[in-house]
């Protein structure tokens, strides 16, 4: 059966501000001073396990330019442009349909666009099992990752017995608080959800069918409409009509039949700037410095250099970053404050900045 | 007795880099909401006291047009451009050469050009007792400021018995240790030295003749030179040839008849970035913010805007001062490291940032 996989790359990440912006989120930036864009790795390390012309990208209509600059081997038809942001499960059920008008069933590797893998060896092998497990029956699997300090942040997966080194799926719980995010650390029978799925088109077709039956008929038409005139009509008006749901409340929560394997290629979701010195080499100070940067008495300091000289002094545990029209100071235990720069922006009406 | 000013305006201050530079020193810089530089704000003080048309800007040559454009109500002929940087005695033997050959001895009040005063009828007030005390034998005398905690960045001086609200200077004492400074503060006998003195031309010419007689010749020879064609070429040739020297070592610790007024009319010589919350106000977070700034949980922070937004998050103690080629990020702890940067900077061949 093929192998197919489906980037999610519509989100508009607000946490790499000023970095980030709505015209260009963190999937389309470099975070890492090899250059390449956080969808550019996420693609070229599917390639020893997916022929190109079988990785689609469902991106949100504004970033189908940046999508075809930054991967320029990608068919332009593999670029599913959503025209309306709806979460994941209709992003899943949109790429599953025009996948299958294709193929005809295929198995799907769904992956987020911004996170970051350490071993790529290790990453394409726990895919393949994943592959495997999900071609037998109608398998849901899920790729889990090992917590090691109680996050709340994550959804977490809680597993039970093993076939064939993939595990069955107790239940999929929501982001927990800290003192429940301790109980599952020491229970030693939960993982981290890190948003990457495998299945069968028709194993979440079923589903999709059950659980949410008007997701459904709206991504048939979608998909019957694929390669026709009609296709961009079809596609707004079944799309826009679409709840807003995510995949694991709308399905992954409720179904059957889910599997998860535990992936220890070194994962990192890149949530916030704080990820920066843990994804970079850094230096003798502990600080990650890129660009133009004056340093004296400063450590554990992330700055992100623009076009002018920074000089750090006497900077402890502070995040820098330099654009050209807007410059973030921010102690690290604040990274998660910069949404609030965000909104306070938006009442201001600076858009232009956001 | 005429009485004239002579404001000492050569200084090339890299404490408020990035914001000063050397082709814009503090003292031509703006530091406080109005607007108005701190020469401005040194010549604004003195208009109740003196004539305009006696007021004197010593400087550098390199500063003679931000004098002419800062100051265009003073006399051109009184901006004195110094060809050389030799430090504060050549420049007032320079001035009173220059103003004795107009009015043939007069009062002459000494002023640094980039320290703020807080209450300008009692400066006017003491600066007016200082000119009578001087007006009387060949009194050199010296404002002095009570100290309030051990400085170990200024001089002090040590006065004894008092006559007419003026005290007996016994010695003028170097920058101490903090020790010293402590006992100094103790004793109550311990002035620090403000830089500001007040004297007849006739009674410093005394003195410099004593003390420095190289200086005195070469001074009276441009004094001679002043409104010739010849002033340009006799002023390169003696003052280039001036050894550097303070007023305070070349004169007052050795000279006798010296005599301090206790100012208490609010001094801060703005020694660096932390001067700037102390001389404006501040918000309810303490925090001096200038510019287009977006704070959220920041406290003890100063923050001088360019023209980019900055959006200060979780920030406490430090400094921000953006400008259009640098921005500093420091420590309040720091603030004196500010000179590496820019010692770094030479050696790194950067001139123009600096």
């Known amino acids: 059966m093929k192998t197919t996989a489906v980037i999610m790359a519509g989100g508009r990440g607000e946490r790499f501000w000023p970095k980030s912006r709505n015209s260009r989120p963190k999937q ?111 398998n849901l699997v899920t790729i889990g990752i090992t917590p090691t300090y109680p996050e709340t942040g994550y959804g977490y997966i809680n597993f039970s017995e093993e076939y064939n080194g993939a595990y069955t799926v107790e239940k999929f719980v929501e982001k927990p608080d800290l003192q429940t995010a301790e109980k599952y650390l020491d229970s030693g029978k939960y993982l981290w959800n890190s948003g990457m799925f495998i299945w069968k088109i028709s194993s979440i077709f079923t589903n999709i069918k059950k659980f949410m039956p008007d997701i459904y008929e709206g991504a048939l038409k979608i998909g019957k409409a694929f390669n026709t005139p009609d296709f961009n009509d079809v596609l707004i008006r079944e799309f826009t009509a679409f709840r807003s749901e995510s995949i694991d409340f709308g399905i992954m929560e409720k179904a059957k039949n889910i599997y998860t394997i535990p992936g220890s290629f070194g994962w990192d979701d890149v949530g916030s700037w704080l990820a920066v010195e843990r994804i970079n080499e850094t230096d003798e100070n502990n600080n990650y410095i890129d660009g133009n940067i004056i340093s004296e008495d400063t450590h554990h300091a992330t700055i992100c250099g623009g076009k002018r000289l920074i000089a750090a002094v006497g900077i402890k545990d502070t995040i820098i970053v330099d654009t050209d029209d807007a410059l973030l100071v921010c102690s690290k235990n604040n990274t998660q404050d910069v949404k609030k720069i965000i909104a306070l922006l938006k009442n201001q009406g600076r858009e232009d900045l956001i």
Chains 1, 2 share one sequence.
Do not use: W
């Open 28 to 138: 389309f930036l470099s975070l890492t001073s090899d250059g390449e864009t956080m969808i550019q790795k996420t693609v070229k390390r599917l390639i020893p396990l997916v022929d190109i012309s079988d990785i689609y990208i469902v991106t949100n209509s504004a970033y189908k330019t940046l999508v075809k600059e930054q991967l320029p081997d990608i068919p332009e038809e593999n670029i599913l442009a959503e025209p309306a942001a709806r979460n994941t499960a209709p992003c899943i059920a949109f790429a599953a349909a025009v996948i299958n008008q294709k193929y005809n069933d295929a198995v799907m590797i769904v992956l987020p666009s911004d996170h970051l893998i350490s071993n790529e060896k290790l990453y394409t092998d726990t895919l393949r099992k994943a592959v495997y497990t999900a071609e037998q029956e109608e």
